[in-house]
């Protein structure tokens, strides 16, 4: 480079090299990762497994050259849905799934899976060949739809009694000798209950609900049956279901009834604060594999494991149980799928492969034991789906510990006795339903054996919706496309019409239009495809049988019949809640607000700050508002009723409410939140108290008018146009309800709306009909019956408001 070269051209000329050279590079790393096939992997991400699956993630990996597993924890199964529905109509799934069993029938229904026998055969005389025979009968049928196989098998666990033998010791039972039959775990319940001097709960003995148990359980240790041996007919009504729901009650009212033991609950955490770990709960029911938190949370802890305790006569082989085992259990667990769609099968079926066979899981179990063991805490392995494997795996990383071999020897002794959910096309419904028929004879909105009716009514309904979908026709799309181009027909000569009427202009004028219409082109596009197109189309829906994932079955107006007909009790029950939210929240909304704008309206030193401390509530994200209000509300320890016990109770003796634990107080919690963001309305009325003339207050109290008569004769008639603006907006907001409902009701199932559907409300129930079942031409029928609504309650406002609306001049 010549010395002589101005440094200004020097430096550009180093710079432009430099650019180049990191371009280069750039575009070099780019074709490397390029080269990278990703292998996208969805599931929940097992906090005992994480270290485990990434050891076996790498070894997959230098199996495969070329290939990155990407494992994104998606919680499929539960709220994911959502977004694998959305995944795979968008042509974009993942390529493996480790999916909840109980809902493979569900999905495959849909054709969502792949069926995997194809695979299967193919391989399996090879040395990695997977062999349906060495799994666990209980979890390889969970995965069988229609005869084929649509997941395979990773785990597998079952339900087993926990009981903490040092509370057994200080209530004075042999710790050594839990409860066998139900009627002495009622027993065994009462004597290691303790209450407090005003009957609150310090510690529970047994709740038949927590942990995870179900009235599965009851039902079949009591010999019931949810499904017919065909999976076409309902059974959840039988004799022995209404028992067991029965016993399930009755255990709970003599424990002060389920309200009172939810409010216990509400007080409960999880982790390192499991209420069985900190001794709120002396027994319970649930998975086998919890014991791994047991071991990470509260290794010290002297407990020990029993089969879950039946009725006397199953143990004692009487009558109809002559014959049965005299225990029995259910079985749960995840598989591994392959959803429709994706875009390499075979490389999918390959991982899938590696991680339920022998060498994938000792990767697994023994990464994650060193782990475990480096941070100084007991490890136990879950148990293999894989019969041969699992037995492999507790031989090679057996506990030390006696009392965590007894946990395995119990749960894999317990396989031979267990059952599993049914494998049937309504698998989520019927999870659903029976759920919702414990919550309403707990809390006895209804009997136990009307429960359990209501709930075989609706699944049967569903079932019988599936057999007669063969017969249904598609929906006539050349039909539809025919009545759309007679309306843009339409539209176009009317457009053409008025273009006739504008000819007498000058030429300036038609400039100015043609521009004018040039400018709003793109949002009259955007319009009609965003807003006008999916109207268009939820209305042609929503007179059709739609999952999304299959064209339309037409069924004309079978959707508005089933709202206002088989249907009508969730329908009132949503308009029901969702008027008490509107009527209550708007009005006390309204007066809040109002109040803090008239506080607030003053001309002193400082008053924007507190302006701004009253607002800033109302801007709180939804999801922290909402998650914060359930620790408030809390009936155990949310801060109103740590404040009313200390005042109300102790004065008056008012018992604490229970908030969001009661269907009495479920929407007075509702509304009380919402009051939270009353600053926010503040704005707008502090815009129309500045705007009332001075002069009026001055007239109305030279005329005598006090405080009273200012308010109601000045400040209210001025704001008439604000109060009109804030019923409208606040009657659409209230009817559109949803987001802090599903938060704050949800009870960690999936479940919103309890208690006893105290806060269900209409977007509620469209959300769970057209994402929970993916039932999207009934979903779209309500939306236009509350959109019918929203207008006509509109229009009645705006004739009324000529009555009592005052604007000024």
Known sequence: MSRDMPIRVRLYKSLLII????????????????????????????????????????????????????????????????KLMTAIVGNSPPDVILQGR????????????????????????????LKPEEYYPVAWDETIYKGKCYAIPNDVDDRILYYNKTIFRQAGLDPNKPPRTWEELMTYAKKLTVTDSQGNFKRLGFMPN?????????????????????????????????????????????????????????????????????????????????????????????????????????????????????????????????????????LSWEFIKWMVSEEGERTVIGTQKKYEAGLKRPYVPYMCANARVNEKMIKEFLPR????????????????????????????????????????????????????????????????????????????????????????????????????????????ARREMFFGYLFVLPCILGFLIFTAGPIISSFIISFCDYDVLHPPLWVGLKNYQNLFGEDWYYVSKAMYNVGFLALFGIGLGMAVSLGIAMLLNVDIRGIKWYRTIFYMPSIVPVVANSILWVWILNPQSGLINIVWRFTLTNWFKLDAPLWLGSEQTAKPALVLMGLWGAGGGMILWLAGLKGIPSHLYEAAALDGAGWWGRLRHVTL????????????????????????????????????????????????????????????????AIAWIMFLIIVMLTVIQFKLASKWVHYGG
């Open 717 to 780: 008639p001025m704001l008439t146009p604000y109060i009109f603006y804030n019923m409208i907006m606040g009657t659409i907001a209230a009817l559109q309800t949803f987001d802090s409902v599903y938060i704050m009701t949800n009870d960690g199932y999936g479940h919103s709306g309890g208690p006893v559907d105290s806060t269900l409300v209409p977007v509620l129930y469209l959300f769970n009909n057209a994402f929970g079942y993916f039932k999207m031409g009934y979903a779209s």
């Open 401 to 508: 510990s006696p009392k965590l071999k007894m946990v395995l020897d119990l749960a894999i002794s317990m396989l031979r006795h267990s059952r599993a959910r049914p494998t049937v096309p309504v698998g989520q419904m019927l999870w659903d339903e029976h759920a919702r028929a414990i919550d309403m004879a707990a809390m006895h909105v209804k009997s136990p054996k009307a429960a359990l009716d209501e709930a075989t009514i609706r699944v049967q309904r569903e079932l019988n919706k599936i057999a007669e979908r063969e017969r249904l026709h598609r929906l006539n799309m050349a039909a539809v496309y025919g009545v759309l181009g007679v309306a843009m027909l339409a539209a176009g000569l009317l457009i053409r019409r008025k273009l006739k009427q504008l000819r007498g202009m000058g030429r300036l």
């Open 19 to 82: 650019i180049a050279a990191l371009t280069l590079s750039f575009l070099a790393c780019g074709g490397a990762l390029a080269a990278k096939t990703k292998l996208i992997v969805w599931g929940p991400i097992f906090t005992d497994r994480l270290q485990g699956w990434e050891a076996a993630f790498h070894k997959f990996e230098k199996a495969h050259p070329g290939v990155e597993v990407r494992m994104l924890s998606m919680n499929v199964g539960g709220m994911s849905a959502q």
């Open 102 to 129: 109980h809902t493979i029938a569900d999905w495959a229904s849909r054709d969502t899976f792949l069926a995997l026998d194809d695979y299967i055969a193919k391989d399996r005389s090879k040395p990695d060949g």
């Open 210 to 346: 927590f942990g995870n148990a179900w009235l599965y359980l009851y039902s079949w240790e009591n010999g019931g049956e949810f499904m017919s041996a065909d999976g076409k007919r309902c059974t959840m009504n039988s004799p022995e279901n209404v028992e067991a729901l029965k016993w399930m009650t009755d255990f709970c009212d003599a424990f002060g009834g389920q309200k009172k033991v939810n409010a216990f609950a509400s007080g409960f955490k999880w982790n390192e604060l499991d209420p069985f770990l900190i001794g709120q709960i002396a027994m319970k029911v649930d998975v086998s594999g919890i014991v791994c938190f047991t071991t990470r949370y509260n290794p010290g802890l002297d407990f020990g494991v029993a089969p879950p305790p039946v009725p006397a006569a199953r143990l004692e082989g009487k009558g109809r149980f002559a014959g049965k085992d005299p225990y029995i259990t259910w079985t749960g667990g995840f598989s591994w799928v392959i959803p429709r769609g994706a875009r390499k099968p075979d």
